[in-house]
């Protein structure tokens, strides 16, 4: 039989059995034919309720089609700039502490993406699946997809997912610099000095990559709430406050429980410096590079403040996304901490 996969938002079928340059093709006219927006710094497509950039959608699509997932993968999925890179290296050393004591770490030599690459933006690209062979298990992988349009292998599997997130202030604010940290941007005296209205509207109308955030983030929400041993739900917030007892949750959520040796011997606290955004950030592997040949590696590792959304936001423009984000996530239960927290 046929080995045809329904692409879901366009109806249009495509068979995974098709020769690559047929696949591609296909998935490339599916792409054309989406709703397409040109927002703040690249054209946005709209696929399954969506908005994905242009350089991950066809990683989307074929990974929907072709990943394969294993049960013992572990998905970290989020919005970008809500924490990945510092869970990327939280869960790299809970899970291969084996291997690696936090001082051999491969987090000293390597960028965390490299250790812990992305389906949709790494693995699948191009629209064909690269580099899967080679990677060591547990598989660690990071989506920024929503749960309803990541691979049905994943969603039918017993993989664990973390899901982390963060107030959406605090996320506008890093989004913006990071967006205007970018390679072609990086004439600091030409870039915009506050954040522009262009900029918030698009959040505010949910026109952002992988959102809108409420859709995106509610998602996981209530997956986490009707199927907790599946998907953690973890904020930047919490991390924050308290890391040790955020490791320790999340190290018994992935199976990788800490033993009380290892608590006793102080692996915890050694594990949460290593990754600590001063240590990471101070590391020159993480000062030097370019990532997707358009993004600065340094540019993952700023402030890391929790409330700095005060020192770039209007007064009128915190009472409008706080609003919304008020009326998106009423009677969820989910409520976001925006209290100032700063340091390590
Ligand atoms: P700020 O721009 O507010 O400083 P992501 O990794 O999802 O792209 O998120 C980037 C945000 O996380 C940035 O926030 C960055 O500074 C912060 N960050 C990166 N590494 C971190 C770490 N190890 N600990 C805490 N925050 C970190």
Known sequence: MENTKNSESSGSAINVNENEQELQNNIEKLVTALPQENSYHFRQYKYNGTWFPSFSIRGVISSQLLFQADESDIFLASLPKCGTTWLRALIFSIVNRGRYKPKDSPLLFKPPHDLVPNIEIDHFRDGLPQNLEQLSRPRIFTTHVPYASLPNSIKASNCRIVYVCRNPLDTV????????????????????????????????????????????????????????????????????????????????????????????????????????????????????????????????????????????????????????????????????????????
């Not at 290593?274 to 950030?281: A, D, F, H, Q």
């Not at 890391?304 to 936001?313: I, K, S, T």
């Open 173 to 344: 604010v890093s989004y913006w610099h990071f967006l205007n940290s970018m390679v072609k941007n990086n004439n600091a005296s030409a870039r915009p000095k506050r954040i522009d209205d262009e900029f918030l509207n698009e959040y505010c109308l949910g026109i952002q990559a992988y959102g809108p955030f409420w859709y995106n983030t509610l998602e996981y929400w209530k997956v986490s709430l009707e199927k907790p041993e599946s998907v953690l739900f973890m904020t930047y917030e919490d991390l924050k406050e308290d890391p040790i007892f955020q490791l320790k949750k999340l190290a018994s959520f992935l199976g990788f429980q800490f033993s009380a040796e290892e608590e006793a011997e102080g692996l915890i606290e050694e594990i949460s410096t290593l990754c600590s955004l001063g240590n990471l950030k101070s590391l020159e592997v993480n000062q030097k590079g370019i990532r997707l040949s358009i993004i600065p590696v340094s540019a993952y590792f700023r402030k890391g403040e929790v409330g700095d959304y005060v020192n770039h936001l209007t007064p009128s423009t915190v009472e409008t996304l706080n609003k919304l984000v008020e009326e998106k996530f009423a009677g969820s239960g989910l409520v976001f901490k925006s209290k100032l927290i700063t340091g390590e």
